[in-house]
T-cell receptor
Framework: GQQLNQSPQSMFIQEGEDVSMNCTSSSIFNTWLWYKQDPGEGPVLLIALYKAGELTSNGRLTAQFGITRKDSFLNISASIPSDVGIYFC???????????FGSGTKLNVKP | DTEVTQTPKHLVMGMTNKKSLKCEQH?????MYWYKQKAKKPPELMFV???????INESVPSRFSPECPNSSLLNLHLHALQPEDSALYLCASSQDREGRAKNIQYFGAGTRLSVL
């Protein structure tokens, strides 16, 4: 099946620092989604991307749909303690109504 | 409104019990999903319903039985589960527009299931 490689696996940063994480796929996707998940809760959608090259922001978050349509990155600027959680990328191919998930990036922010 | 509602939030059951998980959405979405998630792992797809018909079954054991009574509701019936089935069960929905853009998937808060 499809494989999404998400990196880094975990990050330990100081409050105020910027963060970057990315996902790469072996296949072309037509949708990339980025989620944040807190312990014991469901994933919450942060940003949705639909076109190659698209750059979208949501507050301090910025995500891009790669030109090759096989990758995406998420940046968080000026991190704060409530950014702590696990971030997942998810992609969908053109033909199937199925979303493939990356393995997650666990973010820790020290005040 | 982008809400997917799951009940119950927590469930403890024995291996001989029969229980059901429920999911509801009122966004007009025509695709609904069940995922299983273990701690620190990504969600793992179990089933997809599209226009109330089962379209994907990821080789899930028959002790899990999905049901989609109408376009807003999705159930997961549980019977004779094993302790290793303990996990967070997530429901999600999306517009179901194969081949079209802007197909966003929204998740519920999940049901934390413990099998004793």
């Amino acid at each position: 099946g499809q494989q999404l490689n998400q990196s880094p696996q975990s990050m330990f940063i100081q409050e105020g620092e910027d963060v970057s994480m990315n996902c790469t796929s072996s296949s072309i996707f037509n949708t990339w989604l980025w989620y944040k998940q807190d312990p014991g809760e469901g994933p919450v959608l942060l940003i949705a991307l639909y076109k190659a090259g698209e750059l979208t922001s949501n507050g301090r978050l910025t995500a891009q749909f790669g030109i090759t349509r096989k990758d995406s990155f998420l940046n968080i600027s000026a991190s704060i303690p409530s950014d702590v959680g696990i971030y997942f990328c998810a992609g969908r191919t053109f033909f199937f109504n199925k979303f493939y998930f990356g393995s997650g990036t666990k973010l820790n922010v020290k005040p | 409104d982008t809400e997917v509602t799951q009940t119950p939030k927590h469930l403890v059951m024995g291996m001989t019990n029969k229980k059901s998980l429920k999911c509801e959405q009122h966004m007009g979405h025509r695709a609904m999903y069940w995922y299983k998630q273990k701690a620190k792992k990504p969600p793992e797809l179990m089933f997809v319903y599209s226009y109330e018909k089962l379209s994907i079954n990821e080789s899930v054991p028959s002790r899990f039985s999905p049901e989609c009574p109408n376009s807003s509701l999705l159930n997961l019936h549980l019977h004779a589960l094993q302790p290793e089935d303990s996990a967070l069960y997530l429901c999600a929905s999306s517009q179901d527009r194969e081949g079209r853009a802007k197909n966003i998937q929204y998740f519920g808060a999940g049901t934390r299931l413990s099998v004793l």
